[in-house]
């Protein structure tokens, strides 16, 4: 009930600030304005506390609440609690509105809504968080637990949860969705300014691109920022989750997560390139607003069960709602700044072509270029089903398709990006000569393969031409371009840093330069750890007699430098410690709840102070109340307990069963295979989730050790019996040592991969994030520093923001 | 036409260009009634499957799979593409269920038989009942292991 005031209230307030800001703009009066940003943050404050008052339904397990006990159980710990908040649909898109909301809300008050482009900006944004409320008051969060169980009487709340999604217990994944969530609503700023750009246009108001560009910069670094570090995290618990071969294995819900951060890259490249009505007039606004249709696109795909992967754990009703809202940003993100492409967009200035090699040119090759990348993976995901829908033949898409195509191109933008920066420094001249001999450089490595490892793939003679050839080609290729990008960002950066005297500008230089590094390091490390890890395996069949001895034997690992010793063996199960209170009611609330479960099938448990045997039934005492626990059964009359035992049962309770018998109030009737003794309960009342197995393992290498861990599975009993695999990882300065374990009653089954540069890998991501970070700190134009300090110094000057040169 | 638009223009056709190509190249995995893994090919209609299985006296292997299991590559690049595998699996009845496909019959299999992830293989009689499972993915070796095992099976049945 207080969930659903909640949301109603936020979508109320919020459809109520909506229009009034669009009406405020359309009339161009300022009738309603103080009254609106109050209703935004009361939206705002509505989505936190309806999120505050779900997680801490979550943490306290309110089962009355039915997506509360679809997605946690009693033996999840706190922290797995509150991550299964956002677990499934409703509370995912719960956290997007909040944040969305709030979003809104800091826009409203730092730039205020006094012009009619601002009331256009904020109407669209709150719109959009407004839908988002509406779409959970179809599909909520809060539904009543009754909904679950049409069948049990007004009341009745189940005991345990159903569990969470296994795959989402990981401390990554406990940090991923939110992160991501942020970078999606951050993205909702840039996709209204956008929108409103192109209103404004049509409207003849000139477009507003010119005047928001500082916050569009800003707004879309930030969301930038937040998406490429949800995709590091994602990638690095996929690194952990076995079957998903690595960190990145080009499943649909990897790729689709990947499409808005190479739009979004190239926007931000295009954004760069915007000045005002002569250049990018109508491309850079468009790429803004696009983002965030291939957000919606992205979430659809993950949710809606348009393909399902290991990421569907929850797909209904609001894949539809998705697919709208979808629809509605396509329309007003593609659509609008098309329609005003070929239909309004002036011609531009005549005659004048230009040199070839210029930055603009350059830069407009790059987002290009970037797009081209983002196309391979839209089209990806788009073609299997496009190809079925019209010919009905069923294609596969693997990840020969998606690293084929992206490797050129991707060859092609780091010579470009080398180029661009040895050109802004060194001149044309220069600049193509260096360019020449590193592309050629590129095309010679491309054919030196020492062995085949260093090919780029394994073709077969069925695979199409194209592919053969790149697949053919040797990973070397990648080295000259990583250089040219290195050598080229480095100098650029040592000259225009030392002689500056500005210092945001000098941050900003070291920013660009750590992001264009970092990238090209990610590359090439991201390449070769794939093209060169190696696997061995061992059995290690006496693992748990071995794990007893104080010298246990070192067995080594065919086929590789690794040996590996057993020193622990251990069986468990989750919870460890049972409590039969979680699943049973005692005869106090079976007394307590009185006529009100007659007839119905309830789990109870107590202990037996008598035992009454008769022809063809046994019941038992339990705890000495008038509560009988009852075994009917032709030829099952005897049950195998004994007084003083505490037992557990599941049956039908009838009160008045046996009138004839003064002490027995009620009877709880159970079949004999439903009651046993607590310590071993029957299967309806078993409160195990999960058996785990695991050893402990100290791994050596060349002889050495090199680290000790433990690895194993675990099954989710109560889900499908799914597994998880549990591996352990060790870090090493130059590869990673990844030890993964089948253990089986009594052995171990190891499988050991050499994963090289991960380490590298993982610092390229610290550094790409770290610049970013830097530059959207301290851009000298645009940076937050410059833009909250001028704020306090004098207001409302961001309105006087011009574009900068870089 | 400025060298901006030229490029631009450049890039759209090799988009275009790309999009159609990789259409085409494409692997076809499946038809009408077919399903391709390797170089072996797998019916997906179940009724015809089972009836085959009856009038040929075959057991009926079953294989859940879908499109984006890294480890179905696995089996069409190893198992179904090694001759030792297609000696056994000329015993049986191929019967290929993707996980994806929403079908009726296809989801009263994917229950049955408890497939809730792929890959799975299931020998099954043409009456249903079980031979044998492989859940998850098998090296080649354990793969042909799995297959006799259910051929004994099927034969002492």
Redesign the interface.
């Known amino acids: 009930m207080i969930g659903t005031a909640l949301l109603s209230g936020a979508t109320l307030t919020g459809l109520v600030a909506t229009l009034l800001l669009f009406r405020g703009y359309l009339r161009r009066d300022d009738a309603y304005a103080t009254a609106v940003v109050p209703l935004i943050g009361t939206t705002g404050a509505l989505l936190v506390v309806a999120l505050g008052y779900l997680t801490y339904q979550f943490v306290v397990t309110d089962y009355t609440n039915a997506y509360v006990w679809n997605n946690t159980a009693n033996y999840i710990p706190l922290l797995y609690r509150v991550t299964g908040v956002y677990a499934g649909n409703e509370g995912s898109i719960l956290l997007w509105a909040s944040l969305t909301a709030v979003v809104a809300f800091w826009a409203a008050r730092r730039r205020g809504i006094g012009s009619p482009d601002a009331k256009l900006v904020q109407g669209l944004t709150v719109g959009i968080a407004t839908y988002f409320a509406a779409m959970l008051l179809v599909d909520s969060p809060f539904t009543d637990i009754a909904a679950e169980f049409p069948e049990m009487n007004e009341g009745y709340v189940p005991l345990d949860g159903t569990g969470l999604n296994p795959l989402l217990i990981d401390p990554y994944m406990a940090i991923h969705p939110p992160i991501m969530f942020i970078g999606y609503a951050l993205m909702t700023m840039p996709f209204a300014i956008g929108v409103a750009h192109f209103v404004s246009t049509i409207r003849g108001d000139g477009g507003i691109f010119g005047d928001w560009i500082g916050s569009i910069t800003r707004w879309l670094r930030a969301s930038w920022l937040f998406l490429t570090a949800a995709i590091v995290l994602g990638s690095l618990w996929s690194y952990r989750v076995l079957?998903w071969?690595g960190i990145w294995?080009w499943?649909?819900v990897e790729t689709a997560v990947l499409i808005p951060w190479i739009f979004l890259t190239a926007t931000l490249h295009a954004v760069m390139n915007y000045r005002s009505r002569s250049t990018y007039a109508t491309l850079a606004p468009a790429m803004t607003a696009t983002t965030l249709a291939l957000v919606v696109y992205a979430t659809a795909i993950v949710r809606s069960g348009v393909?399902?992967?290991?990421h569907s754990f929850a797909d209904d009703g609001i894949g539809f709602a998705l697919l709208l809202l979808l629809a509605v940003t396509t329309i007003l993100g593609i659509g609008l700044p098309l329609g005003y492409w070929l239909l309004r967009e002036p011609d531009?200035s005549s005659g004048?072509?230009?040199?070839?090699i210029s930055r603009?040119?350059l830069l407009?090759?790059a987002v290009?270029?970037i797009?081209?990348l983002g196309?391979?993976s839209v089209?990806?995901l788009t073609?299997?089903v496009?190809?079925t829908y019209i010919t009905?033949?069923?294609?596969?898409?693997?990840d020969t398709?998606y690293n084929m195509?992206s490797y050129p191109i991707l060859l092609g933008i780091l010579l470009t990006l080398g180029f661009y920066m040895d050109y802004d420094v060194e001149g044309r001249r220069r600049a193509l000569l260096s360019l020449s001999a590193f592309t050629a450089a590129t095309l010679v490595a491309a054919l030196i393969a020492p062995t085949e490892a260093w090919m780029l793939t394994?073709t077969g003679p069925?695979?199409?031409l194209?592919?053969r050839l790149i697949g053919d080609a040797s990973v070397l290729s990648l080295l000259p371009p990583v250089a040219y990008v290195t050598l080229t960002v480095l100098k650029r950066a040592l000259e225009l840093i030392p002689g500056s005297p500005n210092r945001h500008y000098q941050f900003k230089q070291v920013g660009i330069a750590m992001i264009h590094v970092g990238f090209a390091i990610l590359v090439v490390t991201v390449a070769l750890s794939y093209l060169f890890t190696a696997q061995s395996s061992v059995i290690v069949s006496d693992a748990r007699q071995e794990a007893e001895l104080n010298d246990a034997p070192v067995h080594d690992v065919p086929d590789s430098a690794y040996a590996v010793q057993v020193d622990d063996y251990r069986e468990y199960q989750r919870p460890a410690d049972p409590d039969v209170r979680d699943v049973a009611l005692s005869v106090e609330e079976v007394t307590a709840r009185g006529e009100s479960i007659h007839e119905t099938a309830q789990p109870v448990y107590g202990t037996v102070t008598e035992i009454n045997q008769g022809p063809e039934a046994t019941i038992v005492q339990l705890d000495d109340s008038p509560i009988w626990l009852g075994v009917v059964g032709e030829g099952q009359e005897s049950v195998d307990v004994s007084e003083g035992d505490q037992v557990v049962g599941v049956g039908f309770v009838m009160w008045d069963y046996l009138p004839d018998m003064s002490r027995t109030d009620a009877v709880v009737v159970a079949e004999p295979g439903n009651v046993g003794p607590v310590t071993n309960p029957p299967e309806a009342v078993d409160q195990t989730r999960v058996e785990g197995s695991a050893v402990g393992l100290t791994v050596y290498e060349g002889g050495d050790p090199i680290g000790s861990g433990s690895a194993g599975q675990e099954q989710y009993r109560q889900q499908?019996?799914?597994e998880v695999r549990d591996v352990f990882v060790d870090r090493g300065l130059a590869h990673d040592t990844y030890v993964i374990a089948a253990v089986d009653d009594g052995t171990a089954s190891l499988t050991i991969r050499q994963i090289p540069l991960m380490n590298l890998m993982r610092a390229s991501t610290v550094v790409l994030l770290t610049g970013m970070l830097v530059v959207l700190l301290f851009d000298p134009a645009y940076g937050l520093a410059r833009a909250w300090s001028r704020r306090t110094d004098q207001p409302n000057a961001a309105e006087a923001e011009t574009p900068s040169d870089d | 036409m400025t060298p901006k638009k030229i490029i631009t223009v450049a890039l759209l056709v090799t988009a275009l260009g790309i999009g159609y190509y990789s259409m085409n190249a494409a692997p076809v995995l499946s038809d009408e009634s077919h399903t391709y893994h390797g170089d072996t090919t797998w019916g997906t209609d179940v009724e015809g499957a089972m009836e085959t299985a009856e009038s040929e006296d075959k057991p009926v292997l079953v294989y859940f799979w879908t499109t984006w299991c890294t480890y179905c590559e696995d089996y069409n690049d190893n198992a179904y593409v090694d001759p030792d595998v297609h000696d056994r699996l000329d015993e049986f009845v191929l019967l290929a269920v993707n996980l994806d496909d929403g079908s009726p019959e296809a989801k009263q299999l994917q229950q049955r038989y408890n497939a809730n992830y792929p890959p799975q293989h299931a020998a099954i009689t043409p009456d249903g009942e079980l031979l044998m499972e492989i859940n998850g993915y098998a090296e080649t070796d354990s793969f042909i292991a799995y297959l006799e095992e259910a051929l004994t099976e099927w034969e002492n049945r």
């Open positions: 079957g071969g294995a499943d649909p393909f399902r992967s290991v531009a004048e072509s230009g040199p070839w603009p040119n407009h090759l290009l270029g797009g081209l196309f391979v089209w990806g073609f299997p496009l190809n009905g033949m069923e294609v596969e898409v693997t398709y195509w394994d069925n695979d199409a194209f592919y499908g019996d799914m």
